[in-house]
């Protein structure tokens, strides 16, 4: 019996960064599964090769970024094809109390989730790589409106990124293409293992406060494979809580 899909991605294109792991490969993975041929980016190679093996999708496209270098972004840019669709993973969480923050690990979470992710769209811009219609898709968190103490620099760059998520809605819209920012809670991927590993009894009261529990990455994924699909044509601008939640009440 064939499967129904609820949002066909059929004929898009769709660029993911951070696709080698979290919620990125679970965007690649939901994004083949619904039809869209993928441009799959990340640092390491490696890690991409495995990542199309993964999702049984070897066939995808695949661009290697930095995201902590200009030239790296602009070169992703020229490289990828004509996009539907861009869902920007990429990020770094770098907790530390701020008086013992450092200024290297402050600036370096604030380039990667936010100053990059705003080059990056406007290379892609430049480059008239956004087709008409298209969709962006960038991964905020609810940290952006619900910070957590040891959090600060992490929460300004993912509130900056609903912020240019707003600005730039407004300025894509004459051609039909819609600009929105996912804010999870905490999902449980690779760059929350450890925390969830080494503080148990502190995770177990963290999880407490989620009407649902801690999520999946599969569940960020639904989310943005609903926004990129055409029957979110007429959601632009917004920040979408996929949190379980943990937000409902506050």
Known sequence: MQQT?????EGKTILITGASSGIGLACAEAFFNAGASLVLSGKSP??????????????AAKICADFENEESLSALAKAAPQLDALVSCAGVNLPSMLKFAKTEDIERTIKINATSQILL?????????????????????????LPQPAMCAYAASKAALIGFVKALAPEIAPRKC???ALCPGLVK?????????????LAKIDEAKYPLGYGEARDVANAAAFLVSDEAKWIT???IAVDGGLTASK
């Open 121 to 145: 769209a406007r290379a892609l811009l430049a480059e008239k790589k956004i087709a008409r219609g298209a969709s962006l898709v960038f991964i905020s968190s609810t940290s952006a409106f």
């Open 189 to 201: 991927t690779p760059m929350t293992r450890d925390f969830l590993e080494q503080n148990p009894d």
């Open 178 to 180: 819609r600009v929105n």
């Open 237 to 239: 601008g917004t920040c």
């Open 46 to 59: 490696e890690k991409l090769e495995r990542a199309a093996k993964k999702i049984c999708s070897e066939s």
């Open 5 to 9: 899909r609820q949002f066909s991605l």
